[in-house]
């Protein structure tokens, strides 16, 4: 019962399937009444808690509700998130306050009467997250001069965990502050000898730059107190943050940020899933949106904010063996070559997998990070991302909504209305010279049908050729035929960016998309398309729903007797109108290789 309880409060009011209940209790072989068990130790434990807590039954398992309750591990992790902001802002004292106020509610080894499959499981991350608060207050104790009092503790936590060099630089700066230089370096020669013959490397960049300045006698407050010219070397790792370069406004998606700002305010205080997800078609501006919000977040994320791609420039899925590598190397971690170098086979290219994936749970844990996943095409691919990351909160884009990402709050994102495209294309080519010519403008806006990448391309164009009248590129795109043609500019293409949506597609719904094409842009319901078709209307709606899923086809409303309206977005319909044959077929869909 004790283990049951353990895992609905680490779940943190989200739901704990029954599989998940079943290997925590038992471990791979469960008894044949371990449903009948599960069922008892809830009744159990809804008897011992009370009414003020609520276990539900929520398919596919069970979910823990205790909104007036105090849990250690939630008031744990509010307060060091306080306390590394604070650290961060280089407040000391308050930060100092809130780490130990933090640590407080720890009493003892956690987890102590659960099964070992839960402990197995859980206990890693909160050890590591309770020494990374350790280490932050200590941190601000040096800071505050306080490294005679700190030695006696760092000598014996160094002694239990010889290999954290962060705990063995900050030994090293407390000896070095109270008039032990000599202590100070032996404890860097001990660190390096430890390091060298149970792992096989030699000392990080922080214990090297402590044992450096010691050498140097710049490691801040010598002997006799008194202060030396320092540039003091922080003990741990900078945050990283790989984002690429910020929007500093986008037109149209104020109610947008302020949701996903929202929504990244929840997730790091507990109120809300860790993992949120933006869709929409492609050139929609999903990517922007994000890299955006993650920029403005930063103050919410002190240990850094990574960006990483998931799919190559041609759209296809990248493994995510590699992109386990690049966030890992991204942190800080020092992979060989042959750590990064799939060893061959289904089994090994799995278990190399498995333990990329345990060293990024463990180089995240109790860290405050915001990692972007940007162009997530298949969720079963994005599973031992998500398992790597379970600390961290995760922001992912992709064109569809990824069922399989349970729980994550998603933002769907829509062309832009005419005041937004308006507002896009004059941050692109100036407003007066739109201003000058507002007929060829509307037009030109109505051939980009609200769509930010063709929006940037048109801008883009018409800002390489000053000399241009708008009502040149105006004309140019009026053909239907050539208006593709003319938003391909600069390495940015339309067309290019929805090839990968087509051959998402499985074959058959490619056809459907061709030969749909010629309805037009207009709202229609299933039993037309069934008409083109040639088929039932049942049918002609499963066709269109993966249509919708691909974000090929939009869903803009119901009828009266509740069937759904379909529309295709101009430029959808002209892609697909002209499609060589050869790109209809296109290679397969990873869903069905």
Known sequence: M???????????????????????????????????????????????????????????????????????????????????????????????????????????TALANVTEHLADAELPQLEEARMHTLENRIEADLALGRHEELTAELTGLVARHPLREKLRAQLMTALYRSGRQSDALQSYYEGRSLLADQLGIDPGEALGATYAAVLKGTRGPGPGGATRPTREVPAGPVAPSTLPPCVERLAG???????????????????????????????????????????????????????????????????????????????????????????????????????????????????????????????????????????????????????????????????????????????????????????????????????????????????????????????????????????SYGGMDVGAALLPSLYALPSPARSVLVRLAGMGAEPFPAHRAAGVLGTTEATAEQWLEQLVDGALLDLCGVDLMGRPFYRFHELVLLFAAGLPAAARTGPRSPATR
């Open 2 to 108: 004790h283990t049951v309880l353990a895992a609905l409060l680490l779940a943190k009011g989200r739901v704990v399937s029954d599989s998940r209940l079943n290997f925590l209790l038992w471990g791979w072989e469960p008894p044949a009444t371990s449903g009948a068990q599960i069922y008892t130790y809830m009744s159990r434990l809804r008897k011992l808690l009370g009414d003020e807590v609520r276990i539900e039954r929520r398919p596919p398992g069970y979910r823990l509700q205790a909104p007036n309750s105090a849990v250690d591990l939630l008031e744990f992790e509010r307060l060091d998130r306080l306390g590394r902001a604070a650290l961060a802002q280089r407040r000391h004292r308050e930060a100092g306050a809130l780490l130990a106020e933090a640590l407080g509610h720890w009493r003892g």
């Open 253 to 487: 998606r104020d109610a947008e940020i302020r949701t996903l700002r929202t929504q990244l305010a929840d997730s790091v205080a507990g109120r809300g899933p860790r993992h949120l997800l933006v869709t929409g078609m492609a050139g929609v501006g999903k990517t922007a949106l994000a890299v955006h919000v993650a920029h403005a977040a930063a103050g919410d994320f002190p240990d850094g904010r990574l960006f990483a791609e998931l799919s190559d420039a041609h759209g296809r899925p990248r493994r995510p063996h590699d992109v386990l590598v690049a966030l890992l190397r991204d942190l800080g971690e020092p992979l060989e070559d042959g750590d990064t170098t799939p060893e061959g086979g289904e089994r090994g290219d799995r278990r190399q997998c498995e333990d990329l994936v345990r060293l990024l749970r463990a180089r995240t844990a109790g860290r405050q990070l915001l990692v972007v996943l940007d162009g997530a095409a298949e969720g079963r691919l994005l599973d031992p991302l998500l398992a790597g990351l379970q600390g961290a909160v995760v922001l992912i884009t992709g064109r569809t909504r990824l069922t399989q990402v349970i729980g994550a709050r998603t933002t769907a994102l829509a062309p832009l209305g005419s005041s937004a495209a308006h507002d896009l294309l004059a941050a692109v080519t100036g407003r007066a010279r739109l201003a000058a010519e507002p007929d060829a403008t509307r037009e030109l806006l109505g051939h980009c049908g609200g769509l930010p990448l063709a929006l940037r391309i048109a801008g883009s164009r018409l800002l390489a050729r000053p000399f241009w009248p708008v009502a040149r590129l105006a004309q140019r795109m009026a053909a239907p035929e050539n208006r593709l043609r003319e938003l």
